[in-house]
């Protein structure tokens, strides 16, 4: 019977760092690893160890510090890259190689101008060659997505064969429907006789808008790992969402599965990595993002109001996020408004609200957004004591 766990891998050092302008250099990635570790996450990527001395020693050094995770180290088929992995991971607890090779005829015909069966060999020897450093050994068959199934099958039990212990199925380019990559997940289990060896892992990307779905989509077919990045950053338009992956498991418990991320630390490791990355979140981001608490319309507001889970899936403070928010936009209506006059202190009945509302959509026509100070101003002509007291 498979185990439910869903083991997280995050590749925001690697993948994510990937991202023009997000370069970061050893201390900036070493505080960003610890803040994954104390989040929970069982894999970290931390780098890609023969792209540049620079990296080298950021893994190296990641590898000191953390005591818990796994440390994985990026590498191409190649076995001077594969031996650099491996030395920077020399001091790592539980060092892991992540070794492997392009496996769409895209990839074949085009980058190595090579055949299927080369391809093949090369692969197993890449994963021959790091069992030689670590029993740990992840495969990944770039662009796995395009790949035809036949033929990736007969790869991914060649490389476990060989002694992989995970098996990345990338959809490298972010070309698969959700139903496309969980078929071919499906596809894996059902026809490679060794598969219950070795770890199947998502590694979506996100051309599509569809990375989070295909991850689930995979792991509802038997897939067990995911890799992802804090705020779904990544190569063009991203990887999987970390946040969204867990909290898509943690609220749809129909699907039996759980992770071992401490949620509530969501919200803060993506300040950091926002911050030490220089790279804002979009405010309409899933979990994470400035608006994802936030109530701006008449009819969300009252009901948000009369009941929050009318309007809201998911306690901010679940997330590690600040309360949930009211807005107060001319799309807002007169409860939001009375809320927050009694939220500053002012006590109005129901004409005064009447009144004043009038007033508000003045205001709210001519701004983005009404503010607090608006709203005194506004209530200072009927209880100025009140407005007094609190300006
Ligand atoms: O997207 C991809 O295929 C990758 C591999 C190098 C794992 O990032
Ligand atoms: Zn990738």
Known sequence: M????????????????????????????????????????????????????????????????????????????????????????????????????????????????????????????????????????????EDAGRTENEYLARVVEAVIAAGATTVNIPDTTGYCLPHQYGEKIAYLINNVPNVDKAVLSCHCHNDLGMATANSISGVIAGARQIECTINGLGERAGNTSLEEVVMVIKQHQCLDLHTDIRAEQLNPISQLVADVMRMPVQPNKAIVGANAFSHSSGIHQDGFLKDSQTYEIIRPEEVGAETSKIVLTARSGRSALAYRFRKLGFEFNRNDIDVLYEQFLQVADAKKEVQDTDLIEMAAKYQPEVAAAIS
């Open 2 to 141: 498979p185990s439910n766990k869903i083991y997280i891998f995050d590749t925001t050092l690697r993948d994510g760092e990937q991202v023009p302008g997000c370069k970061l250099n050893t201390k900036e990635k070493i505080e960003i690893a610890l803040a994954l570790e104390e989040l929970g996450v069982d894999i970290i990527e931390a780098g890609f160890p023969i792209s540049s001395p620079g990296d080298f020693e950021s893994v190296t050094e990641i590898s000191k510090v953390i005591k818990n995770a796994t440390v994985c180290g990026l590498s191409r088929a190649v076995e001077k890259d594969i031996e650099t992995a491996a030395a920077a991971l020399r001091y790592a607890k539980y060092p892991r190689i992540h070794t492997g090779i392009g496996t769409s005829d895209f990839h074949i015909k085009a980058k190595f101008n090579s055949t299927r069966e080369e391809i093949l060999k090369r692969a197993v020897q890449a994963v021959k060659w790091a069992r030689n450093f670590t029993d740990n050994v992840e495969f990944y068959a």
